[in-house]
């Protein structure tokens, strides 16, 4: 069981930058650093969609079309944390974050489905 909390969202202006933040903590002996951990984001009426991912070991990032170059995501296994560096945001860009860990140990997935725990979400507003 891993239990993670988001921080870090609010509201801003477009071209503005925010940094989220995924605090993990683990119930099981499994560490952090085993897990696959992803960013997704929900908007209103919409579904989840996938934001990005980060390796075991921060070796493989991948992200989605509509925020390359302009997201970053990072994590730090001796604080059991993983971030998301955001700039240059649009409205569009608007929507409710979630992080979440994969127990895999084989693939770094994009799909929500594949994902085993989830934190509460942390609301990102951009304004035009």
């Known amino acids: 069981q891993v239990q993670l909390v988001e921080s870090g969202g609010g509201l801003v202006q477009a071209g503005d930058s925010l940094r989220l933040s995924c605090a993990a903590s683990?119930?099981?002996?499994?560490?952090?650093?085993?897990?696959?951990m992803g960013w997704f984001r929900q908007a209103p009426g919409k579904e989840r969609e996938f934001v990005a991912v980060?390796?075991?070991?921060?070796?493989?990032?991948y992200y989605a079309d509509s925020v390359k170059g302009r997201f970053t995501v990072s994590r730090d296994n001796a604080k059991n944390a993983v971030y998301l560096q955001m700039n240059n945001l649009k409205p569009e860009d608007t929507a409710v974050y979630y992080c979440a860990a994969d127990r895999s140990t084989v693939a770094v997935r994009k799909t929500p489905q594949t994902y085993d725990y989830w934190g509460q979400g942390t609301q990102v507003t951009v304004s035009s």
């Open positions: 980060i390796s075991w070991a921060s070796r493989t990032t």
């Open positions: 683990a119930a099981s002996g499994r560490a952090f650093s085993n897990y696959v």
